[in-house]
């Protein structure tokens, strides 16, 4: 079992930025990627960005050259490095890991952009 705690969260203006962080516990090492979906009110839950344990990365096409995925020193936490926020960037964010036979999610992070 592997346990995704989000944070970083919040309310922030047009052309801002936030980082949104997940730590992993339990059997983190049994996990192969981690990545950040979103889903905004009426919408389908979309993959913004994942990471693979070897570093190899996919973006959303609506948030490259905005938002960075990282993986820290320790494996079991990734980063979401979000820039240039605009208000169509506004949705639920939730962590996800992938290990060989499941997909665990966070609880979600609330992020809203707005004046």
């Known amino acids: 079992q592997v346990q995704l705690v989000e944070s970083g969260g919040g309310l922030v203006q047009p052309g801002g930025s936030l980082r949104l962080s997940c730590a992993a516990s339990?059997?983190?090492?049994?996990?192969?990627?981690m990545g950040w979906y979103r889903q905004a009110p009426g919408k389908q839950r979309e993959l913004v960005a994942s990471i693979t344990d070897e570093d190899s990365t996919v973006y959303a096409d609506s948030v490259k050259g905005r938002f960075t995925i990282s993986r820290g020193n320790v494996k079991s936490t990734v980063y979401l490095q979000m820039n240039s926020l605009t208000p169509e960037d506004t949705a639920v964010y939730y962590c996800n890991a992938e290990t060989r036979f499941n997909y665990y999610w966070g609880q979600g992070t609330q992020v809203t952009v707005s004046s």
């Open positions: 339990g059997s983190f090492f049994e996990i192969r990627a």
